[in-house]
Structure formats: C-alpha cells, structure tokens
C-alpha cells in the first residue's frame, strides 16, 4: 500500500474519532477508540475499491461500532457523514465511486441499526431476566424466612393460635395445644367462643367483636382458660388481627403465655401482704380494703370489735408459745361463727379481732352474733397439756353506711369494747351514741393533758388544815386544779381518773408533788416556827410506781423541805399491794420522816389490823362521819359512836385523826370533845391560792385565826 | 458468585423508576423501562448536562480504576455499582491488573441480579445486595464471599452514591464506618452531585429526583472534602470530574463545573 495511502487513512481515522467522542458517551480511552475506529477505516477502503460491493461487510462495519458501546444515534450520524465527506480522499480513489460510498453509507447505517436493535433486545432480555431472578430471589429469601417462622411457630414456648373469622380455629402450634391438653388435631375445629372462662373481663367480647368487624387491630388482657382435663390455666394473651391486601380482615393470631405461676405467686404475696401470718385471718389492711369496699356497696355495715380479758396474764405465766396457739385457736372459731356470706373475720393486733358484717339485718343480728361470739369463745381450750378458759369483751356497732366513715365506725367499736371492759368483762356492750360521745370526750380530755402540763394549764390551791384544840392552822393539803381553755376550771374528780387510766397521773404527780415541796419549802422558811405541813395525794398508781421513793427524795432535795413537813395521802386501796399487802415502799418514806396519812378513812374496808404494821401517822376520816354528828344531848348517833371509837383506837396506836369536810361550828365542836386532832373543812377555809394562805400565814404568826365565823 | 442470601430485600417494584436504570438510559443502554426513560428524559429536559454528567462520571470511574490498580490495588469494593452497561469496573481493573477481586453492593435487586448475570463465570467477582448505610452488612458479607481480604489494602469506590443518602442517615458516619473497616493505604473514591457552580435548575432535578426511590442531596465541596477526614486526598484533590486527571486527549470543557459533581480519591493515612 503506498504511503500517502496510509497518511490519508490516518487523517480519515482522527477525523471520525473526533466527530464520535464529540457524539456522545465513549467508554473507553482515546487511544482505543483511534485503533478500533483505525481498522474500521482500512476495512471501509477495502470496501470502497472492491469491484463488486459487499453489504454484508459493510453492514458488519456498523455493527462493530455498536459493539463497541458507541450507542449514541448521533455516532451514526457522524459516521455516515464523515464516510460521505472523506472516504474516497482517504482511500485515494477517484469521484467514480461516488454511487459506492452511498451504498457503503446505507449499509453501515443498516448494520448499525439491526446491531443496536439486537443489542437492545438483548439488554432489554437481560434486564427482564434480572427481575425475574430479582424476584425469584426474593423470593426463595421469602420462603427461607417463611420456614424460619413456621420453625418458630412450631417450637414457640408461647402458645400460638390462628383463627379465622368465623371464630373457628384452623391452625394452634404444639405449645397452645399443650397448654390446654388438647391434641393439635382436635383444638383445630374448637370455635372460640367454646374457650370462654367465668373470669374473662367481662369486655373481653365485645373487644373480640370489634376485631371481627375489623374496628380493633390488638387486644392484649389476662385471660384464663379451661384445659380439657377440666383443670384451670391463666395466661396473658395478645390477640392480633391479619387483614389481607384490600385490608379486610382475614385471620386473627392469638398468642398465649401461661402464667399461671406468676399469679400464684402473685397470689400469694398478695395474701400474705393482707392476711396475719399466725393466724391466717386477714390483716388490718384488708379489714380496711373491705370496709372500703362495704361501704361503697353496702347500706349497712355490722362489726364486733374484740378483745380476750387477761390475754396478757396468759402469755406472761404459760409463754408466748401458748399465747400463739391460744390466738390461733381462738381465730378458727371467730372464721367458724363468721362462716356465712358478707361476714368476714380478721385479726386487728395482738388479742384483738374483729368480725365485719356487710348488710346486717339490723341490731338484733348483731347481738344474736355477739353472743354466739362469746359462747364460742369462753368454751374450754385445749392447748398441748394446757386446758384453759378465756374470756372476750366486744364492742357491738351496728350503723348506716351513710354519714360515718370506716375509720369513725372502728372508733366507734373500739370504744364501745372499752365500755365492755369497764363494766367488767366478758359480755358485750352495743354502741351508744350519748354514751360514746362522753367517752369520746373524755378520750379527747385524757389526751389533752400531756400537753395541758407543757402549757402550764394545771394549777395548785390549797386548803388549810386547823388544829382543833387551839384552832391554829397547822397545815395545808394541796388540790390539783386545771385551767381548760375550752371547758373553765376542772375538778380534780373530772380529770384525776382519766389521768389514772392514760397514765398521765404519774408525770402530773410528779409535778404537783414539786409544786406543792416548792410552796411547803418557802412557807417553811418565811415562817419557820409555824411547822405548817404540806399534804399531797397519791393515787394508786402513783403509789405503786417502783421510782416513787427516789422521785419524792429527788424532789425534797431540790426544793429543800424538811420531809417532816410533807404528807402524802393515800386512799386504803393505794396502800395495799395487788396480793392486798400494805406497800414496802411506804416504810422507807417513813423512815426518812415523811408522815403517810390514810385518805377518806371508813369509806373503803377500813381494816383496822394493818394499821399496826403499817407506817402511818395520820387517818383521814371521810366526810360522811362528820356530817351525821350532832347537838350533844340528842342522843349519841351511830357516826358519832364510830368517830369517837375510831378516834380513841388511832390514838392506842399513836396515829391521829383528821376530820375532812367540816362545815358547822357545831361539828368542830363536837369533834375536838371527842378527841380528834385536825379538822379541815369551808368552815375553817376553802381552798385557796398560795398568796391567801401566805396572808393567813402571816396573821397566824400574830393571833391564831380561823375564817367563816 | 454468591449463594442466595437470606435477606429478602426492600420490594421490587419495576412501576417505579430506579436510580440504577435512570442512570444506564443516560449511558445509552437499554436496560431500561418506560417508566425509567420518562423520568430520565424529564430530568435531562430540565438540566441539559445531565447526561454529560453521568457520561464523565463514567469516564473518571474508569480513569480512577485505573489509576488505583497502577497505585497497586488489587480489591475493589464498588458501592452503588447499578446496572453496568460498558466500560465496567470489573473490565478496567482486571485488565489493569489481572487477578484483582471486585464485589459489587447495590440496594436494587434487579441491579444485583443484573450484575449477577454478567459476572457469571468472571472469576474473583461477586455481588452484594445491601445498602450503603447498613456499613457492617457490607463488610460481613463481603468477607463472607472470601473476596476481598480487610487487613490488605482496598479501594472503596462511592461513585455518585453518597448524594442519595441524605443527611438524617449520616453519610460521614457511613463513610467513618467504611474507613475504619478498611487497612491502611486504602483509598476512598467519591463522586457527588454539587449545587457549586450551578444553575438554579439543578435544584429542580434534584426535586424530580425524588421520584426515585431515593431523593438527591446536593452538597458543597467543603462538605464532600470533609469525607475524606482520615484520608489524604491524593492530586488534584477535590474538583470538578472532568479536572479529574484527564487523559492527554481529552477535551476537558472550559467550564468543568457544569457537569454539577466533583470527584476526588484519597488514600487512608
């Protein structure tokens, strides 16, 4: 080939390769497209100078290009338009061959065309190809995962169930079936509703419903289950429902977790939480829960509030051990007597129980009840080797539910059994409304008082004592006043008893004792030669209280009076001890020079014997005595024969005598002639306050006195 | 080639245009449908160098591959690869440098069957059906197929991918995680789509691009720049793709920014 040949081929080639890159996408490199578009130059001069023309050949030349990617329509047109401008300068040859490169340009053009049609067809094939495969992977990815959750439905520890619309269930895994001890075969044909329980919440079927109609997509609640043997199993069960495409609904799934266990143990908690653990009864908290509930449901509401007399003396001399089964047997026959419908037993603390009634028929039931109560409980007990006897009180309420409240009406009950207790055990008192507003109030007076001594409420008067020989004041026994905020002045009979009972007595002692020392020590120093003596007193449990000795040494050592000085009186009952012998305590104040006087002396057994044994100075005769004597010459009464002999006994013995509540003249006169020593009464004085006996006190050093005459 | 997986994938739904496809129509391939070349055809109508784009895009792909197999590189990780019409990564590197490995991750099922059919029989290759942000899967699955080994260097390809995932799914994260996966003297090829330069109806296509299945997120060099953190960007850096060590007779156009992307490669440091 010569070579201007060759440098026209080359000419022709970087031409086409221009026009091409500028065509479109090329995706190879410059230099593989010069070489590609090179051989296809040299072929196209073959063509051009053949003698006869190969379409064929010259088609193939189009299809290269397509081969080669060059797919852009205007890759074709730069061929077709650079063979028609330079192939025949190219190839050397002369304008002849015009009508050759026409056909040349048609046959490119058409191999072109059937390559690209061709190739299309076949990427389009590939292209289908690959989305069916897409799917089929897709899908075999689906039926992997479709046996991963049939393999989990399978062997799910979780019940499972589907059922279809018409309520009939159509496939349960092997838990759900052994769950409720049915074969899989035969749960598969059971209609749902064939699964209801008692206990199912009562909307549980209408919540079932809505998912039927499609209106409710999950429902999740507790759910308990008949198994086929009859036995019962409770589990939580979540119900989904499966809509199909359109989103109607097609199945429902139910799965099911057996927590039967859980609930027992929940059970249990909960009963220990609400129930007394020695006796089984319920607890406080669920007497509560179920007063709650009375008194939300019910009209009326019964309880008998009870308390064994003398548990304590049981558990102190048989033991605790005793004392349980002792309670333990005494709350079986309480659930035994409460073994009826709306009746509930239960154990409030220690001895104490209660027995609720919802809805009694009235007082009579309740008494009927309390009765009944009483005849069980007092039967003999056989406790181990112990036989024993108890006794109960019981405070009865019977009430409308309207207008109290649980906490009012165990109030209520509590202080009625306090009622029953006071009027001597062993029986049971109904509730009294007056009644119980008193004890009501003096509850709440007893519970003032600790605070009414923080605040100085209580006061001291003094009442003198006259000798009545020479009608010289040669003491003072000091009364105990309270100045109540709400209520005005109280007697100490209004307030000393309950002090009594609350306890309150032996801080409230303690302070009128250091009052009264106090009061006894200044007087004793302003008018040291009067000797005037202090009398305070003591009541019964003031007096057995172990730290009275050193309380009254404490207080004299701080006060500075001269024990000579003080008396403390005591009424015969806080003399004696609980076995009715006189109190060891007393000889040790006695021995430190306190005088111990008896209190309302004649009143109580006034057993004369002890007397002896007894370190006491001073008898107090009560004021009855002393009102029935008279004129001298009318005839010696009995009282006058009893003062005159219990005078002149007193003074075998060396103990003097104290005449209270002397009012006339004429007693004291009568008095002194039959030998009593003091006298204290209105007629000698009232009780007054410190600065009016220190008023007296200061007369007295002058000219003896004695007031009201 | 891998088994099947037992991953279903998202749905394959050939009712909605795919980016993959969009992308072969612009290529002038066929492996197309209406619905594709419709959106495609939209979306050039609006930005007339759409086309050009996605054409230099392919061009610097093959330009970069390469270039990595010249630097050494025996894997190829291509993420994103859709449906490979002409001038494949496979084809360059191999014939680059024969023996190579290359593992093509693409979200679109059909994409991956695409490619599975073209690689059947192409030793040292394989596919992965996965998304770009779910990083572990693509590692664990890449390693499964005992295709490309992470203790020895390997060029993780990002062209034109990182633009779908919008920022809520954290793209640097996704890159961070591939980063971190990969031994040192790895590189990081990216390509993405950028409003620099642009006109304002490139915003616009980035709207119509949401008719895919995923939408286009235009984001400034700066921001594509800050992907390579960890990595040294190897020269010229980040530019425009057609900047991108052209070939000696390209034609590089006296306004490379109109192809709207920037390109850049970086080697892990």
Redesign the interface.
């Known amino acids: 080939m010569p070579p201007q040949d060759a440098a026209g081929r080359a000419v022709f080639a970087r031409r086409w390769r221009r026009r091409v ?1 500028r065509a ?8 593989e497209l010069g070489k590609l578009l090179r051989r296809l130059t040299g072929r196209l001069c073959v063509l051009l100078r053949a003698p006869r023309f190969d379409p064929r050949a010259a088609g193939e030349i189009g299809a290269a290009l397509v081969g080669a ?1 060059l ?2 329509p205007a890759v074709l047109a730069a061929t077709v338009s650079v063979i028609g401008d330079h192939l025949v300068a190219a190839a050397g040859a002369g304008p002849g061959h015009r009508e050759r490169v026409v056909q040349i340009q048609g046959a490119v053009a058409a191999g072109y065309v059937r390559a690209l049609r061709a ?3 076949a ?2 094939e ?2 289908n ?7 089929a ?2 899908e ?3 039926r ?2 479709e046996e991963h959750l049939r393999a989990v439905f399978d062997n799910a520890a979780v019940g499972i169930g589907v059922s279809s619309m018409d309520g009939r269930i159509v496939r349960v895994n092997q838990a759900f079936a052994d769950l409720l001890g049915y074969p899989v075969e035969e749960m598969c044909g059971l209609l749902v509703p064939q699964l209801t329980h008692p206990s199912d919440p009562p909307d549980m079927w209408r919540l079932y419903d809505e998912m039927i109609r499609g209106d409710r997509d999950h429902v999740r609640l507790e759910k308990a289950y008949y198994r086929k043997d009859g036995a019962v199993v409770r589990t939580d069960m979540t119900a989904s429902l499966i809509r199909d495409e359109h989103g109607a609904p097609e199945f429902t799934i139910a799965m099911v977790q057996d927590i039967t266990d859980r609930l027992r143990l929940q059970d249990r908690l909960e009963h220990q939480a609400n129930h007394d653990p020695l006796t089984g009864l319920p607890n406080r908290a669920m007497i509560a829960a179920h007063l709650d509930r009375i008194f939300a449901g019910a009209t009326r509401v019964g309880l008998c509030y009870l308390d064994l007399d003398g548990f304590k003396r049981v558990n102190d001399t048989l033991g605790h051990q005793v004392g349980d089964e002792l309670l333990v047997a005494v709350a079986q026959r309480l659930a035994a007597c409460a073994g009826e419908p709306g009746r509930v037993a239960g154990r409030m603390s220690g001895d104490e129980f209660v027995l609720v009634v919802a809805d009694p028929d009235g007082p009579q039931e309740l008494s009927a009840l309390a009765e009944r109560l009483l005849a069980a409980l007092t039967r003999p007990y056989q406790l181990g080797q112990h036989r024993m006897r108890v006794s109960a009180s019981i405070g009865v309420v019977d009430s409308e539910v309207r207008g109290t409240t649980p906490a009012e009406l165990m109030k209520a009950a509590d202080l009625t059994l306090y009622v029953a207790k006071q009027e001597g055990r062993g029986r049971f008192v109904m509730y009294d409304a007056d009644r119980n507003a008193r004890q009501a109030a003096r509850y709440e007076l007893a519970a003032a008082m600790p605070d009414a001594l923080d605040r100085h409420e209580f006061t001291l008067v003094y009442q003198p004592l006259v000798s009545l020989a020479d009608q010289r004041l040669c003491g003072v026994e000091a009364l105990v006043r309270w100045r109540h905020p709400v209520l005005g002045l109280l007697a100490p009979d209004e307030f000393i008893p309950l002090a009594e009972e609350t306890g309150v007595i032996l801080q409230l002692g303690r302070w009128v004792l250091e009052q009264a020392c106090a009061q006894a020590a200044e007087w004793a120093r302003r008018f040291p030669e009067l000797r005037v003596s202090m009398s305070v007193n003591m009541t019964v449990s003031q007096a057995h209280e172990p730290s009275l000795p050193f309380d009254v040494a404490d207080i004299l050592a701080r006060t500075g009076l001269d024990p000579a000085l003080l008396v403390l009186e005591l009424t015969e009952s806080a003399i004696m001890d609980t076995e009715g012998a006189p109190l060891r305590a007393l000889d040790g104040l006695a021995q430190r020079g306190i005088r111990i006087a008896i209190d309302d002396f004649g009143t109580g057994y006034s057993n004369l014997a002890y007397l002896r044994r007894l370190p006491v100075h001073t008898l107090k005769l009560a004021g009855p005595f002393v009102n029935g004597l008279r004129e001298p010459g009318e005839g010696g009464s009995v009282d006058e024969q009893i003062v005159e002999t219990i005078v002149r006994l007193a003074h075998a013995i060396g103990i003097s005598v104290t005449a209270e509540a002397v009012e006339t003249r004429l007693q004291a006169d009568r008095l002194r002639d039959l030998g009593c020593d003091t006298g204290q009464g209105w007629l000698f004085a009232r009780p007054l306050p410190a600065d009016e006996v220190t008023a007296l006190l200061i007369g007295e050093t002058t000219a003896p006195i004695y007031v009201n005459t | 080639m891998t088994g099947p997986t037992d991953w279903v994938p998202a749905g394959i739904d050939v009712d909605q245009p795919s980016a993959a496809r969009v992308y072969d129509y612009f290529l002038g391939g066929a492996h197309n449908f209406a619905v594709d070349r419709a959106l495609a055809e939209q979306i050039a109508a609006m930005t007339p160098n759409i086309g050009e784009t996605m054409r230099s895009n392919r061009v610097f792909l093959r330009r970069a591959v390469r270039y990595l197999a010249g630097q050494g590189i025996r894997q190829f990780l291509d993420i994103g690869s859709g449906i490979p019409t002409a001038g494949n990564v496979h084809e360059i590197a191999l014939e680059a440098a024969p023996g190579a490995s290359v593992v093509y991750v693409d979200i679109d099922p059909v994409a991956v069957e695409h490619s599975r059919a073209i690689l059947a029989g192409v030793d040292r290759t394989g596919v992965i059906c996965a998304d770009v942000r779910d990083v572990e899967r693509v590692i664990s699955e890449s390693e499964k197929l005992g295709l490309i080994d992470f203790s020895q260097p390997v060029a993780v390809l990002l062209a034109g991918v990182l633009h779908f995932v919008p920022d809520s799914d954290d793209p640097a994260g996704v890159v961070a995680a591939l980063r971190d996966a990969v031994a040192p003297g790895s590189y990081l090829l990216i390509s993405h789509a950028t409003a620099d330069g642009q006109p304002p109806e490139v915003i616009e296509a980035q709207r119509l691009s949401g008719r895919t299945a995923t939408e286009i997120v235009l984001r400034d060099g700066a921001g594509i720049t800050a992907y390579f953190d960890g990595f040294t960007l190897v020269d010229p850096g980040l530019v425009f793709i057609p900047q991108w060590r052209p070939d000696p007779g390209d034609e590089v156009d006296e306004h490379p920014e109109r192809v709207g992307a920037y390109a850049g490669v970086g080697i892990k440091n």
């Not at chain 1, 479109?24 to 230099?31: I, L, N």
């Not at chain 1, 190809?129 to 799917?135: E, F, G």
């Open positions: 890159a479109g996408f090329v995706p190879m490199d410059h230099g990617h797919t852009e190739a299309t067809m990427e389009q590939r292209l190809r690959a989305v069916l495969d897409a799917h992977t897709a075999r990815a689906l992997t995962s």
